[in-house]
């Protein structure tokens, strides 16, 4: 495969997180960040350096050349020059998610019919439809058409599972946030491992786990399977040479890094979870109002519950949690540098803080980011 179009996607509002990964990625060739991601150039091994590394792009996909299509014929003539040889083998079926946009194609299911017309016509016979995420002996590909204003991009996801799936959470607990954004989280309040981490209300222990890993420098996606291994071009070799790299770049945490919860079942989860991803945590069982913590200074981030995803919180009594965490802010962590998500601007008041905020979505529930002013 030569020169490629990538685009790394990554929960709307942190493409400056994600430009700035792929940048200590390597990734410098005509970077261009768009809503939802950031579009690069770069060869298959970029492509797989990116699904191996990043901690915030949710996919990897393979960007085609737009093309102007406002009739299914120029549409099947344009989608057939595509290499699908380079992505399909004859028994691979594909799930075609369309969009059209203020466009003269505008059914979308049609426009899919169309591009298995093209890929049949480069194949020799058309793949089958089917959708990537029911699961089936072999796995479909995933093919992205958005036609807006009558001009069409076509692309090819090269990741599989989205990339938040790195392997490790076996148990999830009750109101798990996802890796991507846990370590998104942690980036973008400057965690790099060079300061004692800790969540005083870990749940399944996401936040610890995901700060263990950048502080360890491991891999996140070096446990898993990616939809670019079922290409007849998947270059293994490549492949074992990249995770034999990623073995090698792990290093040692220099600062501890904890989990706190009140509950020993979410602190079990935690501990699998730990295990399964190979990074070392001290999980302890504690309400928030007893926590104690060793270091004078460090990074603490924390997703309080809201009221809505953890059943049966009345809003007074999140109202005195938020406020004995404001109270642990102030004496606890006095020296700390803190993040957290809080259910909603009252909420995050009652800590009693001085706080930056933005909205940030969380499992489709809109929160409030704060942070330390
Ligand atoms: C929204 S969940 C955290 C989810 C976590 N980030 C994850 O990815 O699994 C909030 C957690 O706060 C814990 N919690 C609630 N009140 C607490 C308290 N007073 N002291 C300690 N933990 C508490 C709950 O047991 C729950 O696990």
């Known amino acids: 495969m030569s020169r490629l179009r990538l685009f790394a996607a990554v929960q709307p509002g942190f493409e400056p997180v994600l430009k700035d990964e792929l940048w200590r990625l390597g990734i410098n060739q005509n970077v261009k960040v768009q809503p939802g991601g950031v579009e690069f150039d770069g060869m298959l091994s970029h492509l797989y350096r990116v699904n191996l ?121 009750k109101a798990p946030i996802r890796e991507t954004l846990a370590a998104s989280l942690l980036l973008e309040l400057g965690y790099d491992g060079s300061q004692a981490f800790v969540d005083p209300m870990c749940g399944s222990g996401t936040f610890p786990i995901e700060a263990a890993m950048i502080a360890t420098n491991r891999a996140p996606g070096a446990n898993r399977k990616f939809q670019f291994m079922h290409w007849p071009t998947y270059d293994f070799a490549l492949w074992q040479k990249l995770l034999a790299d990623a073995e090698t770049a792990v290093k040692p945490a220099q600062n501890p890094i904890g989990g706190f919860d009140r509950d020993q079942g979410a602190v079990a989860a935690a501990q699998e979870n ?100």
């Not at 290499?83 to 299911?109: A, F, G, M």
């Not at 981030?301 to 949690?321: A, C, E, H, I, T």
Request: proline share 4%.
């Open 53 to 173: 590394w990043s901690r915030v792009a949710t996919r990897v996909l393979i960007r085609n050349e737009q093309f102007f299509a406002n009739t299914f014929s120029e549409l099947v003539t344009r989608a057939s020059q595509i290499p699908w040889e380079q992505y399909l083998i004859l028994n691979t079926p594909v799930d075609i998610r369309v969009t059209c946009r203020k466009s003269r194609l505008y059914h979308s299911d049609a426009v899919a019919e169309r591009v298995v017309t093209a890929i049949g016509n480069r194949m020799g016979f058309p793949p089958t439809l089917a959708n990537s995420e029911v699961a089936g002996p072999v796995k479909p590909q995933q093919i992205i058409v958005r036609i807006v204003r009558d001009k069409c991009q076509i692309s090819i996801d090269s990741s599989g599972d989205h990339l938040h799936k790195r392997g490790y959470r076996g148990n999830a607990g």
């Open 274 to 373: 730990a295990a399964a991803a190979h990074v070392n945590v001290d999980f302890a069982q504690s309400a928030l109002s007893a926590v104690l913590v060793k270091q004078d200074s460090g990074m603490l981030l924390s997703n309080l519950p809201y009221g809505k995803r953890v059943g049966n919180s009345k809003s007074r009594d999140l109202r005195d949690l938020y406020a004995t965490f404001g109270y642990a802010l102030e004496t606890e962590f006095s020296n700390w540098t803190y993040g957290f998500l809080a259910g909603n601007h009252e909420l995050a008041n009652a800590t009693r803080q001085p706080l930056e905020r933005r909205t940030v979505e969380n499992g489709g529930l809109k929160t409030i980011f704060c942070q330390k002013k």
